[in-house]
């Protein structure tokens, strides 16, 4: 599932059984800037940076307010299987 925005690409993997983090269950955020092939991966729902690449601090500030304002979104999204953010 992908969405775009601006210059970013948003990809999110399938919902994720996990005990680690609250809930049980996490999402992989994948995150492409289209103009520079930038590149960074986050989790939800600890909002954690696995890799923030070589995206630039406002690639990575609003990718952070993505996630914080789309979180509810993504995971319903990675349950059904498609990618609906607006």
Known sequence: MEFFTEHIKVEISELKHDDSVFGGQKVIVYFINTLTGAKGTAMLPTYEWL?????????????????????????RDAREGVLTIA
């Open 51 to 75: 890799d923030k690449g070589k995206l630039s601090k406002n690639d990575i500030a609003f990718c952070n307010e993505l996630l914080h304002t789309n979180n509810s979104l993504i995971f």
